[in-house]
């Protein structure tokens, strides 16, 4: 069990210079490292090392290129040598977007970064800057920097009457590598629009097409924020530069009913027509049947075992999965959610937006969410939960395994950190991602690790 300090215990994010791992989502983009040595090989243990081992690609872990700021940079400044690492990593690393990433000690000894990076771009080449230091935030803050960053410096500007891309619209959602899950999430998300008849920038991972997909962002008709806060600023960027609207839609649908749903509000926020809505119907109508075939055989093992599985629970984790699977457990699972505890620092001025959607998670079902970050006042709160004489389910992270041991809870990983699972392209989102989900959830009860 976590014991207390004077410091934050069992830490659940990186600090803001782990944006260097939203750069590496892109496809063939590389993050330049302008910081102290050390620094973003945290990020590489915490959010992609430990955290379901999901590798560190081309240009990441111990490839990334790095300044390595030291005493004498601090007295004498580093650009000279942040100068000749760009010029070096453009001669080494084939990429086709180069972001220079300045954490807190470049920033605290005032370097002029930009002056360095704007006479590569001068040259035509396409090197950036982005100012992420650790004092300003987290890994999430320095996900929506870096993304407004390349929009600014890199897809550059494009007139608000400008003709935009029919159906064309732009996704942001769970921060890459700091969801365990993102990969296939992302490849969800992705089929799920498609199938309505969108056309779709994912912008991360195998199934964007890299930076020629970001220079059609200007383009879309609409942007979505699926996520409860994280993409908001950036979508609210996009609405003043390139004049577009933008659905926020706070809870990532998980099952058919939500999935459905989500879709539906798609359909009608893009006022699609019904050559279009007849199309999405008939993709929600195929996925539903795939659905409620297997949900159907699954039922078979509910209704044998029903009397010995978990029916109350605890989830802590990032605000995006803690609404998204809490909803999903309570609403089509038939679970009674017992405690919430939500561990990304969200920022306050959306913290009672958060809180009002745990008020009617399904009818009758509601529960209290606290904000927490902390590990030792986390494993404080779950031991003081009453979940009667029946074991029941934590969904959590690594970091829970003890106080889940002690309460003699099966515990369900779900995100940052993740030691002791593997995760190559699992998804627990849309339709197929909550087929997977309840595998996950119910292995246990088989005997089966989670």
């Known amino acids: 069990m976590a014991k207390q300090t004077n410091s934050i215990v069992h830490p659940r994010y990186g600090c803001s210079i782990g944006a260097a791992y939203t750069v590496l989502a892109i496809n063939r983009a590389i993050p330049i490292i302008n910081c102290s040595p050390g620094c973003v090989d945290k990020q590489y243990t915490m959010l992609s090392g430990e955290n379901g081992y999901q590798g560190a690609g081309y240009g990441g872990g111990g490839a990334i290129p790095s300044v390595n700021i030291g005493e004498k940079d601090v007295v004498f400044g580093a650009a000279k040598k942040l100068d000749d690492l760009v010029k070096s990593t453009l001669r080494i690393i084939d990429g086709d977007l180069f972001v220079v990433l300045s954490g807190c000690v470049s920033e605290l000894i005032g370097d002029d970064v930009e002056s360095v990076t704007r006479k590569y771009a001068e040259k035509g080449k396409p090197v950036i800057h982005s100012d992420v230091a650790g004092f300003k935030g987290n890994n999430l803050y320095g996900h929506e920097q870096v993304v407004i960053d390349i929009i600014d410096q890199f897809v550059g500007d494009y007139g608000k009457d400008e003709p935009k891309q029919k159906k064309l619209i732009n996704v942001f959602t769970e921060v890459p590598y700091f969801n365990t899950f993102w990969r296939g999430d992302y490849t969800e998300i992705k089929r799920i629009l498609e199938g309505a008849g969108y056309t779709v920038n994912i912008l991360f991972g195998i199934d964007s097409g890299g930076i020629s997909e970001w220079k059609t962002i200007p383009k879309a008709e609409y942007n979505i924020v699926l996520s409860p806060w994280v993409g908001l600023r950036i979508a609210e960027h996009l609405e003043k530069k390139y004049n577009t609207p933008y659905l926020h839609y706070p809870v990532i649908p998980i099952g058919e009913e939500a999935t459905t749903e989500f879709i ?12 279009q809505v007849a199309k999405a119907n008939n993709f929600i109508a195929k996925e539903a049947q795939i659905y409620y075939y297997y949900l159907e055989h699954f ?13 109350k629970f605890a989830i802590v984790s990032d605000a995006a999965y803690n609404i998204a699977i809490t909803k999903f457990l309570a609403d089509q699972l038939g679970l009674i959610p017992l405690k919430a505890i939500i561990t990304d620092n969200t920022p306050a001025k959306h913290r009672v937006h958060l809180q009002e959607l745990y008020k009617n998670l399904t009818d009758g079902v509601s529960v209290d969410v606290d904000f927490i970050e902390d590990g ?7 031991e003081k939960v009453d979940f009667g004489s029946a074991m029941p389910f934590i969904f959590g992270t690594s970091w829970e395994a003890d106080v889940a041991a002690k309460r003699k809870a099966q515990l369900i990983r779900i995100g940052t950190p993740i030691t002791d699972r593997l995760v190559i392209n699992k998804s627990y989102v849309g339709y197929r991602g909550a087929l997977s989900l309840i595998e996950t959830i119910y ?5 089966g690790q989670p």
């Open 264 to 275: 539906h509000n798609v359909l009608k926020f893009t006022k699609a027509g019904k050559t």
């Open 299 to 311: 039922a078979e093992f509910f209704a044998e075992f029903w009397f010995g599985l978990p029916s």
């Open 376 to 382: 030792y006042i986390i494993e404080q709160e779950i």
């Open 443 to 447: 292995t246990a009860s088989v005997g």
